[in-house]
């Protein structure tokens, strides 16, 4: 069967399959980590954005940072894609053109900096995970990272390298102003970023830092963003599913579910695309919407995902039918996460309602174990905020308890079982098995793991009421 390609495209609205209107005329964006979830969300606002207004010059490059699988996927088909959006009574397929080049860093270093130089680029996008950034502990940039020194050398390997080696040459060129936009699930995303960056300037050389360091200052916006849509990994199933719609094969599909939400701090100093033409959110303070999706929605998806696996559910549908499972989770958004959020006026029942009944759609097949990846990037974030909260306000957080118990429990499970669908997928993996050890006792394992300090920091690893909640649930659960 043939590939897709833009040559297939103007037969494609005759079958029923939304296709692109025009591709864009020129590159006017970069973003930074091109993986499944950028395909499917920031393309598809941007895209949704140019139709609505017009504008031609809003095409994304996108440089692809761990391997080069998704250039392999992409650039036969000109860099066209399909996003198959599964809702529970009906599946809806679209072909995608707004991405128009994809270059893979490790091999292309030379030409990702050269673009940020282009004065035509005003904006970088980044969705590179929570391990993506490097961070130390204490949450600045890691220091003591060989791929971080190896950048502070010359490189640009990791994603801040990328970024500050980019940024010299567009200060170099006198490119002009930049916005940088984080879309990854950090709290203060663009802060995040920019203090990153600029760590990053403080390590180098004085006057090579201090110089881009200023540029930087004066030059370049870190807005935060908060970016909401389920993008479960694409099986071949799927694949099938679009091939035969399509008539063409289409090796770069992306699965989603039709909710998506893109809520943007409106903090730019160069030209972006108008997303808010494609419904997204410009606002001004975009922290309360972030703590309400990374404690309700991420720390639930997490909690189940970890429950759940244990409990021998596949994905995150079967988990969300399980009733005792939907109940505890109900319990954490209810009991815990609603009253730490109390003073941002959000609605947070009503989210969490909304955020349960789309984890129940079935027709998005979101494994477990893809949810339980990188547990200890995604706890800081995702759970031990709700937990501190709750023990700063003299509760006990019960349900939050339960769900760093069920991670702990499936750290555990990962070390008894190696093989199968139980892998420690994780950056601190050696880490995280040497914390267990050979210890089969709950309170044992707490004792070992609430000692890895960038999960648990100091505040947390000596609270005895804490470490003897985690145990109980521990023991239940082992």
């Not at 991420?298 to 005792?324: C, F, K, P, W």
Request: some cysteine; proline content about 5%.
């Amino acid at each position: 069967m043939k590939r897709l390609s833009a040559e297939s495209v103007p037969g494609l609205a005759a079958g029923g399959v939304r296709a692109p209107v025009a591709r864009p005329r020129r590159v006017g964006m970069l973003h930074l980590g091109i993986g499944a979830f950028h395909r499917a969300h920031q393309a598809v606002f941007t895209e949704d954005a140019a139709v609505a207004t017009g504008e031609d010059h809003w095409g994304i490059c996108g440089i692809t940072q761990r391997s080069a699988a998704v250039l392999d996927q992409l650039r036969p088909q000109d860099c066209l894609y399909s996003v198959l959006e599964r809702g529970r009574a009906e599946e809806q397929i679209r072909v995608v053109g707004q991405v128009t080049e994809v270059l893979y860093a490790a091999q292309d270093a030379a030409a990702t900096t050269s673009l940020f130089a282009d004065p035509g680029i005003s904006l970088v996008t980044l969705t590179v995970t929570e391990k993506g950034y490097r961070r130390s502990a204490e949450g600045g940039l890691d220091r003591a990272d060989p791929v971080v020194v190896a950048d502070l050398a010359g490189g640009s390997a990791t994603v801040v390298g990328q970024l500050v080696r980019g940024l010299q040459a567009r200060a170099r060129a006198g490119g002009g102003p930049l916005s940088v936009l984080s879309c990854d699930n950090l709290a203060g995303n663009g802060r995040v970023v920019e203090h990153l960056v600029l760590d990053f300037c403080d390590a180098l050389p004085a006057p090579e830092g201090e110089a881009i360091g200023s540029w930087i200052e004066e030059h370049v916006a870190f807005p935060s963003s908060m970016v909401d849509r389920i993008v479960p990994a694409t099986s071949e199933a799927d694949r099938a599913v679009v091939a035969r719609a399509l008539g063409v094969e289409d090796r770069a599909v992306v699965v989603a579910e039709p909710f998506r939400q893109w809520v943007i701090e409106n903090r730019f100093v160069a030209p972006r695309p108008a997303w808010e033409q494609a419904g997204a959110e410009l606002v001004d303070d975009v922290e309360p919407y972030e703590r309400l999706k990374l404690r309700t929605l991420n720390g639930t998806h997490s909690m189940l995902a970890y429950l759940g696996a244990l409990r021998g559910h596949q994905t995150i549908a079967e988990a969300v039918a399980d009733d005792e499972l939907r109940g505890w989770a109900w319990r954490f958004i209810s009991d815990d996460v609603a009253p730490t959020l109390s003073a941002d006026g959000l609605d947070v029942i009503a989210y969490g309602e909304q955020v349960l009944e789309r984890f129940a759609n079935p027709a998005l097949q979101h494994r477990t174990t893809q949810v339980a990846m990188d547990g200890s990037q995604k706890l800081p974030l995702r759970l031990l905020p709700t937990v501190r909260a709750r023990l700063e306000a003299g509760a006990t957080p019960e349900w939050a308890d339960l769900a760093v118990a069920g991670w702990m429990a499936y750290v555990v499970r990962c070390r008894d079982r190696r093989e199968g669908s139980f892998v420690l997928d994780d950056p601190l993996a050696e880490r995280l098995r040497a914390a267990v050890g050979d210890r089969t006792d709950a309170v044992g394992v707490v004792d070992g793991l609430v000692q890895v300090e960038e999960i648990f920091g100091p505040d947390l690893r000596d609270v005895r009421r804490l470490r003897e909640s985690l145990a109980g649930h521990l023991e239940g659960l082992l």
